[in-house]
């Protein structure tokens, strides 16, 4: 009957949805760090060092790919799969944009407790980390992203030879990495800062509320070019909902418009707004180019 078909295609788009729901879960850091960088070829921006990518491509390919995520998009010549591969492959240029506002704004990390959502290359905890975080989490929807690029970097900035991470005042001033793969020089003490997730963001916020050791609320989150799709604004909001702290403060950077995929910072101002959770600020504009924004969130009730 129709009613039985309409039901039993609802049953079928449910379960394909929750087959789209990637599962989390964190990444140990290996005690022989060299395996991190084995293969790796690493660049340099802003004096921070990460993972040239094109080797990457070349060279990730069977377990260092369980996903598939970088054949797929070399074959498909995408930077988004939705639902596959989202996008952390590609440092993206809000990043940049937030790194910038650190410096602007004087954000003071030390001994704070910092979630890197979306982290992607993970540059953005990097800095936290050399602001003298307490603690810095890094979480990228593909475990591949984790495994292959965010933590070789996180790796490849702690080891640096003849200094430790510090505060970061002196980034542009250090000197650039050779273009050749580096050897890791003992476990230093900020990688035991770190702790490393990939997952669809709810299943991500599940497994640190359900851990036997659970994380404190987050007093920075910080998150680029993770708007993009509007579909995902309710798994975000509620990520930032019950992960953030009292008083906490969320740092996202965002292109106005993202054309072909619909969402923008005014779309998920404006979702924000409806929900009645949070207060939000726009604290600071860029025109070059296509325009792009960095938004400040708290929680309406904070301090």
């Not at 996008?87 to 809000?94: D, N």
């Not at 669809?200 to 599940?206: A, H, T, Y």
């Not at 987050?218 to 019950?242: F, G, V």
Request: charged letters at 25%.
């Amino acid at each position: 009957s129709p009613k039985l078909a309409a039901a039993k295609h609802q049953d079928e788009a449910a379960v394909k949805k929750n087959l789209c729901v990637k599962a989390a879960k964190e990444h140990s850091i290996p005690q022989d760090l060299n395996k991190v960088l084995e293969n790796k070829v690493m660049e340099t921006v802003l004096g921070l060092s990460y993972v040239k990518l094109s080797v990457v491509e070349m060279t990730c390919s069977g377990d260092a790919d369980s996903e598939g995520i970088v054949s797929k998009s070399v074959s498909s010549h995408s930077d988004l799969i939705p639902g596959v591969y989202e996008g952390g492959l590609k440092i993206w240029e809000c990043t940049f944009d937030l790194m910038d506002y650190f410096s602007e704004a004087e954000i003071d990390f030390t001994n704070k407790t910092v979630l890197d959502l979306g982290c992607g290359a993970g540059l953005l905890g990097i800095v936290a980390l050399q602001g003298e975080a307490a603690r810095v989490h890094f979480q990228d929807y593909n475990s591949t992203v984790i495994d292959e690029i965010t933590l070789p970097n996180v790796v490849a900035n702690c080891i640096s030879k003849g200094r430790r991470m510090g505060s970061g005042k002196n980034r542009k001033a250090s000197k650039p990495p050779s273009k050749r793969p580096r050897k890791a020089e003992g476990s230093p003490d900020v990688l035991n800062r770190c702790r490393f997730f990939s997952g669809e963001w709810s299943q991500v916020s599940q497994l640190l509320s359900n851990s036997n050791n659970p994380c404190l609320k987050y007093d920075i989150i910080l998150t680029s070019e993770t708007i993009y799709n509007p579909d995902y604004y309710s798994a975000l909001h509620d990520t930032l909902a019950q992960l953030l702290d009292r008083n906490g403060h969320v740092y996202l950077a965002s292109k106005v418009h993202y054309f072909g995929v619909g969402g923008g910072v005014y779309l998920f101002e404006k979702f924000i707004e409806d929900k009645n959770v949070f207060k939000t600020s726009m604290v600071k504009t860029t025109d070059q180019g296509l325009q792009r924004c960095i938004m400040e969130i708290a929680f309406k009730n904070s301090c």
